[in-house]
C-alpha cells in the first residue's frame, strides 16, 4: 500500500487558542489527533501531551520491541494494535500525573484518536469525541464511538441522532484521558482496501460539517493535504465555533505483480514523486 | 410530595407518600404497602427518590416487577407510570414533586448551555449524567436480555454459517480479511460492508450494491431485525440472538 496523507488545524472563528494537537509520522505511517480541555491553557498542554506520549511509545517500540504491553489486550489483536493502545493508557497516565501534581491544571483532560497503518492493516485506538471515519466506495463509515453523553443517549435509544446533534448537551464528555489514573480505551482492527480514505478529525470538524458535506470534499479532492485545508475552510465558513482539526490520509494500491506491470509498465522509479508518505 | 396508590383491580387498596425513607411493597406485613397475593415475594420491590427522581428497585422477587409493561430489575419512575407486582398495580404521582423528569423521556436533559468541552466530574455534572442514565434505564431491561447482532447464511458460499457482527466495519467479500468471506469465482473482494453506528447497523455498498428484502441500496441503510441481506449470490438474515 501507498500512503499519502497531510492534515491541518485550525483555532476556528470563535476561540482565541486552539486546543487541538495532531501529529503525522510518516516513517512509521501513525497520525494521532488529539483535543484538549480544561481551562487557561491547560486544553493545549493536555493535548500535546497526549500527542507527544503516544507517539514517543510507538517510535520506542519500533525500537524495542521486547517493550512491556500495558492493560489486559485480546491476544488475537496484532502487536501494532497492543502498541497503539498501550501508548493511550501512558498518555492518560502521564496527563493525569501531571493533573495531579499541580493543583491549577486539575481538570484538564484530552481525547485522542490515533491510527497507525502496517500493510493492509489499520490499527485504531481512541477515547473522546474527537473521530475517526473512512471512505470506501463513496460511504463514509465511522470508526469510533464517540464517548459523550448525547452519543451514549442516542445509543440506549434516549435520543435521536438529530436530536442529539441539537442538544446543547455535546460538549459533556463521559470519557476523556487525564481524568483517572485508569481507562478504557476503544481498540480496533481493520483492512484496508485500495482506495480508501481515512480521516481523523475533532468535534470541531463533525459539529459545522455534515457527513454528506465530508465525503463530498473527500472524494472531491484527490491531495489529502488540500482536502484537510478544505475541511477545515467549511468549518469555519459554517460558523467555526470551535477548534479545528483534520488529517487525511489516502491509501492507495501497489501496482505491482505481472497485470499491471503489463498495463502501465515498471514504475519503481517514480513511485514516491510528489508523495508526501510512503513506503 | 409524590405519592403511591396501591389497586387492585380499580379498586384503591393503600395510598402512601414518598419520604425519605424506601416504601417497602410485598407480602409480609410489615411492607408499606403490604399486597396480600401468593404471587408476590414477602419483601417483593421497594420504591425511592435518589437524585431527585423516583426509583422503583426489584427485591430478587420469584415473580418480577413490571413498570407499565416491560419487567424490570431498577427503573426510573415517572409520573402515571404503573408499577405491577402479580395482579396488583401500584401508580406513580409525582406531579406534585417538580425535580421529577417530565414524562416524555425523549427530551434532552435541560441544563445550561455547555460550551467548553467537560468531563463529568464536579457535582452538577454528575447531576446531569445521573438523570440522563435514568432516562436510559427505562431501555435497560431486566439482565439476561443482551442481544447480538448477528447474520445468518441463508444460502450461499461462504466459510461459516453465521456471523456475530462484533466490529464497526464489517466486510462482506473474497478477501481473506473478510468477515463474511464468500467463496468461488468471480466473486468481489469487497462486495458490501457493514457499518456500526450509534443509531443501528448501516448496510452500504462496496464493489457490489446489495438488496435489502429484494430492494437494492445505492447507498446505507439502516437494518431492522428480520432484514434479508442479498449481495453477490449470498443471501443472510440480519438477526438479534438473545
Sequence with gaps: MQIVSGGVTNVGRVRTNNEDCFRIVEPLNLFVLSDGMGGEAHGEVASAMAVEAIVKHCQETENDPAMTIFADMPATWSEKTKRLSSAVHLANKSIYDAAQANPTRRGMGATVTAAWIDGTRLSIAHVGDSRAYLLRNGNLQQLTSDHSLVAEQVRRGILTPAEAERSEMQSVLLRALGAHPEIEVDSEEHTLFGNDVLLLCSDGLTRMVTEPEIAGTLQAEPDPAKASERLVQLANEQGGADNVTAVVVHIDSERKGWFSWLRGGPRNTAQSIGSAGGK | ?242
Design chain 2, 1 to 242: 410530595m409524590a405519592k403511591l396508590t396501591l389497586m387492585f383491580e380499580n379498586r384503591l387498596v393503600k395510598e402512601v407518600p414518598i419520604g425519605s425513607r424506601p416504601v417497602g411493597i410485598g407480602r409480609s406485613p410489615d411492607n408499606d404497602l403490604p399486597v396480600d397475593n401468593l404471587a408476590v415475594s414477602n419483601y417483593h420491590a421497594r420504591v425511592y427518590a435518589e437524585a431527585g427522581r423516583l426509583v422503583v428497585e426489584d427485591l430478587d422477587s420469584l415473580n418480577g416487577t413490571f413498570v407499565n409493561d416491560l419487567r424490570v430489575e431498577r427503573a426510573t419512575l415517572h409520573d402515571g407510570d404503573s408499577i405491577w407486582v402479580g395482579k396488583h398495580h401500584i401508580k406513580v404521582d409525582a406531579s406534585g414533586d417538580t425535580t421529577t423528569l417530565s414524562d416524555t423521556g425523549k427530551k434532552a436533559v435541560a441544563a445550561p448551555r455547555i460550551n467548553e468541552t467537560m468531563m463529568l466530574d464536579t457535582k452538577a455534572r454528575r447531576d446531569a449524567l445521573q438523570q440522563a442514565a435514568a432516562m436510559g434505564e427505562r431501555t435497560q431491561f431486566a439482565a439476561g436480555r443482551q442481544k447480538v447482532p448477528t447474520l445468518v447464511v441463508l444460502s450461499g458460499n461462504t466459510d461459516q454459517t453465521e456471523y456475530v457482527l462484533t466490529n464497526k466495519l464489517t466486510v462482506i467479500g473474497k478477501s481473506k480479511m473478510a468477515t463474511v468471506r464468500l467463496k468461488g469465482w468471480f466473486k468481489p473482494e469487497l462486495a458490501a460492508q457493514i457499518n456500526q453506528r450509534d443509531d443501528g447497523y448501516y448496510l452500504g455498498p462496496g464493489d457490489k450494491v446489495p438488496a435489502i428484502n429484494g430492494a437494492a441500496i445505492p447507498g446505507p441503510v439502516r437494518l431492522n431485525e428480520g432484514d434479508t441481506i442479498e449481495v453477490s449470490g449470498l443471501r443472510m438474515n440480519f438477526i438479534f440472538r438473545d
